[in-house]
């Protein structure tokens, strides 16, 4: 089967964001050929280059979102009239919740796939009248009623950014159409080039969401000092865009509940999603899970990156409670280097903190005093290993305010630690039943379960080892692969692309179509998906569990 993988900021580049499972997955199904088709998101990411690609990787194609895509093509007056009338069923479905916004998205497709131009169309005078007209109509949503010219204009700027891939060479008989699947490693803009292979190739598609790029958009647009009115618009453009790959995706795997819950108000079709769970290398962490020793049992350790996100002011409040209870209780925070000038100030204002509540302490006049929190970076000499830092305690804490899917909170599972966090984002999807989880922003309630573990040893064996089964049962590499394996072979049964292959005499090519074409689909709906826990609370949850010579294009 020939895969095209869609990524957005991530995969193949080194320091993308899906980088890990991607890679993971593609050297997981070695039996199937993959092609890569990626956004990059800045000049930054592409001069950090490749990651080392497996010999399953046939092409590598890329794209920038960052740099202007302007061909230099200007429209006659037909096509002024195509694009006019297109982009005024965009713009009505953005200001009011219309039903033209695939007709107008799919218009302006056909068009830039005919006559190109769409970079100096979106950003001409009849886009920004059309704009203005239809935020001045009857019906629209109130914040976007007061528009200004300026609003129109910063619209118009980043709806050309997000509609880039429209002007893409990748939809023909030599892209995205000789592919049998399209799989987009995230909804938004990685999917929009899977919707045209739809549209123009029949090609089917696939889209995974670890994270909700919607709501990420949602968080993107409040920090770059937009206007309301621009935000509004913004936000109803991908929100209209989410829903248009979730109605066009033959299957929708979310990454966890959090991120099904808001496919479902975005209106996905709940007999779309099946989700499939991060796949993790349990292997790195087998020796400290597998181990007699359970840690110092007066420590508490706290992994991650180090921001505001994280809370660490509530973490040592709390630690300062817990102090009181047990004296010799110690409060090891492992993080990497700060990576932003935001985070380094976070670091200095928590190490602040810890110096002002916990003064150095010594035994007697004459000894040097120790601080019992301790700030120390992975790669260090304490802790040289990412494993080293869960082998350090007996108890893994997550202050949280804000998470997605808590990547520590599994590897630490892994590590058969028992953990105390707090109730956000898909923690408590996560660890189960095996947990201790507190409200957010609750200082004396996680002091309190922290002292609680500290406690008592046994219950923090007996926490530890049922953490361990369960992210062995539901988070590694294996429970992933299998599931994908499954569902690729499912979408090739029910949704064969309608394509005949020749030679280069013209002759049909025999066996050229996949095996799975032809298996009937009564048995891949039973047989291809992994079988569900009895104990899920969701009917459908599944787990999730030098390079050849590729051939690498890059379009301006």
């Avoid at 968080?219 to 936000?235: E, F, K, Y």
Wanted: net charge negative.
């Amino acid at each position: 089967m020939r895969i095209g993988l869609l990524t957005e900021g991530g995969y193949p580049y080194a320091n993308g964001d899906s980088r890990l499972w991607c890679d993971r997955l593609v050297r997981g199904l070695e039996q199937h050929e993959f092609d890569l088709y990626a956004l990059s998101r800045s000049a930054e990411q592409e001069k950090q280059g490749f990651l080392r690609l497996p010999p399953q990787v046939r092409r590598v194609r890329t794209a920038a979102l960052w740099a202007p895509a302007d061909d230099g093509r200007t429209y006659g007056r037909r096509e002024r009239r195509r694009f006019a009338g297109h982009f005024k069923d965009l713009a009505a479905a953005v200001c009011a919740d219309g039903d033209g916004f695939a007709d107008g998205l799919y218009g302006l497709a056909e068009l830039a796939r005919e006559y190109g131009g769409l970079y100096a169309a979106l950003r001409s005078e009849t886009a920004v009248r059309a704009l203005e007209s239809a935020c001045r109509a009857p019906g629209t949503r109130r914040t976007v009623h007061g528009a200004t010219v300026v609003d129109h204009l910063a619209f118009a700027d980043r709806l050309e950014r997000a509609l880039r891939p429209l002007l893409l060479d990748w939809y023909d008989e030599d892209g995205l159409g000789a592919v049998d699947l399209c799989h987009a490693a995230a909804g938004g803009p990685a999917a929009l080039p899977g919707l045209l292979a739809k549209r123009f190739c029949g090609v089917p598609l696939l889209v995974t969401e670890y994270g909700v790029q919607l709501r990420a958009h949602y968080l993107a647009a409040t920090d770059a000092g937009l206007s309301a009115p621009v935000r509004a618009l913004l936000a109803a453009f991908h929100g209209r865009l989410a829903a248009e790959v979730y109605r066009q995706a033959s299957v929708i795997t979310p990454g966890n509940t959090h991120a099904r819950r808001w496919q479902e108000r975005c209106g996905a079709d709940r007999e779309k999603l099946r989700t499939v769970y991060p796949g993790m290398e349990a292997d790195r962490f087998a020796a400290v899970g597998e181990s007699a020793d359970t840690g110092d049992p007066h420590t508490l350790v706290w992994v991650g990156r180090i921001e505001p996100s994280k809370d660490l002011i509530a973490l040592l409040h709390a630690f300062a409670e817990i102090r009181k209870a047990e004296p010799l209780a110690r409060l090891r925070l492992f993080g990497a280097p700060a990576q932003s000038p935001e985070a380094a100030t976070y670091l200095a204002h928590c190490k602040a903190l810890a110096a002002q509540l916990f003064p150095d302490e010594a035994e007697g006049a004459h000894a040097v005093g120790d601080n019992p929190v301790s700030f120390e970076e992975i790669g260090g000499p304490e802790a040289p290993e990412l494993v080293d830092a869960y082998a350090a305690g007996g108890v893994v804490v997550l202050s949280s305010v804000v998470e997605g899917f808590p990547i520590s909170l599994v590897e630490a599972m892994f590590c058969g630690r028992a953990t105390v966090s707090t109730d956000v984002g898909a923690v408590v999807e996560v660890i189960g039943g095996t947990r201790l989880v507190v409200p957010p922003r609750n200082p004396r309630a996680l002091a309190d379960a922290c002292v609680s573990l500290l406690r008592d040893g046994a219950r923090r064996e007996r926490l530890g080892a049922a953490a361990r089964a369960r992210a062995l049962e539901l988070f590694t590499v294996e429970q992933n692969l299998t599931a994908f394996r499954g569902i690729y072979l499912e979408l090739m049964s029910h949704s064969p692309v309608p394509r005949d292959l020749v030679d280069a005499d013209g002759e049909p090519l025999p066996f050229a179509h996949p095996a799975e074409c032809h298996v009937p689909a009564r048995w891949t709906g039973a047989a291809a998906r992994p079988r569900t826990p009895s104990w899920a609370e969701e009917p459908r949850l599944v787990a999730a569990g030098a390079p050849p010579e590729t051939a690498k294009e890059t379009h301006p």
